[in-house]
């Protein structure tokens, strides 16, 4: 089991699709690592040796924030608008959608599960 930036990648998957499991990184980047790397993109993740491992976690470790440092970013930023409190901060803050969208009907991701409200009836 190959072990990148701090993730163990599962051995049986196509190494494009296993560098997707690493937090900060998406098929595209992936691809464009392993272009880089020159590495075939349908091997699987078994079959790397390790001078491959070694040359993409130094890609990666050089190029691109991933996993922890990413989150710890991310994290500030949201941090950063709430301590300034901007409207996206209190957004945020509230746990509703920041970017404009409706809230009358939709947004239950951002809102959670419905909370049924005892003794209201429509009224006819």
């Not at 051995?11 to 494009?16: G, Q, V």
């Not at 392993?34 to 040796?49: A, F, V, Y």
């Not at 709430?82 to 947004?107: E, F």
């Amino acid at each position: 089991m190959a072990r990148i930036a701090g993730v163990d990648l599962p051995k049986n998957e196509r190494i494009e699709i296993g560098l997707t499991r690493i937090f900060g990184i998406g098929r595209s980047l992936s691809k464009k690592i392993l272009q880089e790397t020159g590495i075939n993109p349908g091997i699987r993740i078994k079959d790397l040796k390790d001078e491959n491992i070694v040359q993409i976690r130094a890609i990666i470790e050089q190029n691109f924030k991933v996993e922890g440092d990413l989150r710890r970013e991310i994290g500030m930023n949201v941090k950063r608008l709430q301590d300034i409190g901007s409207y996206r901060g209190l957004r945020h803050r509230l746990g509703l959608p920041l970017r404009g969208q409706r809230t009358k009907t939709n947004a239950r991701t951002r809102k959670g599960p419905r909370k049924t409200i005892m003794g209201r009836k429509k009224e006819a």
